[in-house]
Every structure is written in C-alpha cells, then in structure tokens.
C-alpha cells in the first residue's frame, strides 16, 4: 500500500471540517486528504481551498475514477450513505461511513455485499467505542475480572432546537431515516454493545412530543442481552440539561460514564461491589475518544487487508436493534434479534409503513 494512504472525503459540512480533516492531519504520513466532492463544485472548491485539497468536484464517479483513493470518507447527507459507498467499494477503495449508516438494514446489507474479502470493506464511524477507557472496560466485562452482567442504563437526552430540524434532511424518514435513536443515541446504543455484548429481544415506545418533524423527537426502550442482562435505553432531543450517560452494573461492581460528545478516562466511576476483587483502576490511558483513534485503527487494518472493527455484523448489530426498537414501537410487539429480514417492511424502512402511529 502507498504511503501516506489517499483519502477522499464526500461531503464538505461540519462533520468534516471539524472532525475528520483534523484526524487526518493528526495521522500525516500514515494518510493524506487528497480530494473532496460536495453538492457542487462551488462548494467543493471553497472546502479544497481551506484544506489545501489537490481535487474538488460534484461527481462521485468522476472522482473515484481520476483520483482512485484508497480510503472514501462520507461525511453526507444519510440517505445517500449506502450508494456512496457502494460505488467507492466497486473501485476499489475501503470506506469509513458518518453515523447513521444508512436508512435501513436492507441498505446495509447492500453496502457489506459489494465488498471482498481481504478488503475493501466499510467501517461506520463508532468511535466512542474507540476511547481507551472504554477499550479497558470491555476487556475486563470480556475477561470476567467483573463477573456476571446485570443491569445497565444508556442515555443520550440532548437538545435540538426548531432551527436545527429546519435543514431539509433531518428529522424525516425518508432522509434522516429514524429521530434521536439514529442520529444521536446511536453513539451510545453502539457502545452499549460493544461491551455487553449481543442483544436478544426489545421493547420500545416513541413518540413525537415538540419538535415539528416527520419522526420521533423521543424513544424509550428495554432490552435483554443474550447473558441474560437488561437494560433501559432513553434518546431524547427535547432535555435542555444535555448528558451522555451508560451506567452498567455486574456482579464485580458498577461502572458509570458520563459525558456529552466524548469522553476520557475521568468521565468514567467504578464502584466495585462488597467482597468482590476490585480492577486496577483508574484506566491507565486518559486519551479520549476521538475520530482520529478510531481513523488510526482502520487505516492500520486497510494495509493489513482485514475487516475493521465497527464495520460487518459488529455495526449491523447496533443498526438492527435501533430497526427492532421501532418496530416494537410501532407494532407494540417485542422483537427479537435476527426476525427483521427480506420481507419483512422494516427490512427497508425505519418506520415499516406504520409512521402514522406516532
């Protein structure tokens, strides 16, 4: 592989300018931006010149074919994730996805069927699952050092004004895909099971309390994990007190992290639990979450041809059970992991046809 690796960037917005160009240049020498593509090329032009980008075009395909990047990064608009990166993958090239994925599992499952093996494969950008500390708690729970898992509570109550829902994409199904459990809760769900693992069955509430959107403005859910565990799950944008917060209690002890958009190690609190052996604590680490942890492990996995972390059925999981919690929403049923497939109408829809329940 060439060093530095040749990335593209798709989509010129904040989540670019802010996160993933910083990352970048954070890793000079293992990677380098060499080109954006942007709705137009006014746009794409004014975005190179700030970067100091060789290319700036409209057109994906014109790209991929002049530039050939090594790694696509898509940093759009949701719906236009899954054909995005399945074209970047019919080139050649590896692709990290902005959250949320896609619209549905079907487009998912689109998007992971046009890749090889050995590469190129497609990441999502999870990258609280990145953070060291984090990295440390799961290899403990993973381990046993902290027993058996019980109870854990996942919270993302945030604040989106009526300004914010005012750009055309957001808060609609056919564009955003789904309210606060796909473009905010997301985070947090992922890391969830990142580090309690499988999720069997869910049930769930939404509903549309403030915000003058098509979708959900809040979701509420309980979840089993296949060891038994349960878990309380919370997404607002409706709460003007904004936290981030997992709570997860097992039988070595309590674990607590509480944060908005990131984390360190001194966000987290371990309470270990009377008699039992305690952890070494605190994480010997304290660097915190960020894209460019998360952007150093996929560029180390795309010179070594292997399927990155946050990418196949270990993201598709975090995007089925956000499928399944709209589905008990608005069915009133409990769902199970692996019932939503071909056929089923939330296969291809966040909202299964039944988005005038909320």
Same mark, same amino acid.
């Given at each position: 592989m060439p060093s530095p690796l040749r990335v593209a960037l798709v989509g010129g917005g904040s989540i670019a300018e802010h996160a993933h160009l910083p990352a970048l240049r954070d890793l000079a020498g293992e990677a380098e931006a060499v080109a954006v593509v942007d709705v137009t090329t006014e746009a794409a032009q004014a975005f190179a010149a700030r970067w100091d980008l060789p290319y700036a075009g409209d057109d994906l395909?014109?790209? #991929?074919?002049?530039?050939? %990047?090594?790694?696509?990064?898509?940093?759009?608009p949701p719906s236009l994730h899954s054909a995005q990166a399945v074209a970047a993958l019919k080139t050649g090239a590896w692709v990290w996805c902005e959250k949320p994925p896609c619209l549905s599992l079907a487009e998912y499952d689109a998007m992971t069927a046009t890749e090889s093996e050995g590469g190129p494969?497609?990441?999502?950008?999870? &990258?609280? !699952?990145? =953070? %060291? +500390?984090? !990295?440390?708690?799961?290899?403990?729970?993973? +381990? =046993?050092?902290?027993?058996?898992?019980?109870?854990?509570?996942?919270?993302?109550?945030?604040?989106?004004?009526?300004a914010y829902y005012a750009v055309p994409w957001r808060g609609r199904w056919e564009t955003e895909g789904g309210g606060p459990a796909m473009g905010h809760g997301i985070h947090q769900l992922d890391l969830l099971l990142d580090l309690f693992g499988e999720w069997r069955e869910v049930r769930a509430m939404a509903a549309r309390l403030a915000r003058d959107v098509r979708t959900d403005d809040v979701t509420t859910a309980l979840v089993r994990f296949e060891s038994g565990a349960l878990a309380t799950v919370v997404n607002s944008v409706l709460s003007p007190r904004e936290v981030s917060h997992l709570r997860l209690d097992l039988s070595g002890g309590t674990l607590e992290l509480t944060h908005l958009y990131g984390y360190t190690a001194e966000n987290w609190t371990y309470t270990p639990a009377p008699?039992?052996?305690?952890?070494?604590?605190?994480? %010997?680490?304290? $660097? %915190? +979450?960020?894209? &460019?942890?998360?952007?150093?492990? #996929?560029?180390?996995?795309? $010179?070594?041809?292997r399927r990155p972390d946050a990418g196949g059925q270990d993201a598709r999981r975090t995007l089925e059970l956000i499928t399944a919690l709209y589905k008990s929403a608005l069915t009133g049923e409990t769902v199970r992991a692996g019932e939503i497939g071909p056929g089923d109408p939330f296969y291809t829809s966040m909202h299964g046809g039944l988005s005038d329940r909320l």
């Open positions: 395909d014109a790209m #991929l074919a002049e530039v050939g %990047p090594d790694l696509v990064v898509i940093a759009s494969y497609a990441a999502i950008v999870f &990258q609280q !699952r990145f =953070g %060291p +500390s984090a !990295r440390y708690v799961r290899e403990r729970i993973a +381990s =046993g050092a902290l027993g058996t898992p019980y109870v854990a509570h996942c919270q993302t109550t945030w604040f989106r004004d009526d008699g039992a052996q305690e952890i070494a604590w605190p994480p %010997p680490d304290e $660097r %915190p +979450s960020s894209h &460019q942890l998360q952007l150093r492990a #996929l560029l180390a996995d795309l $010179r070594e041809g």
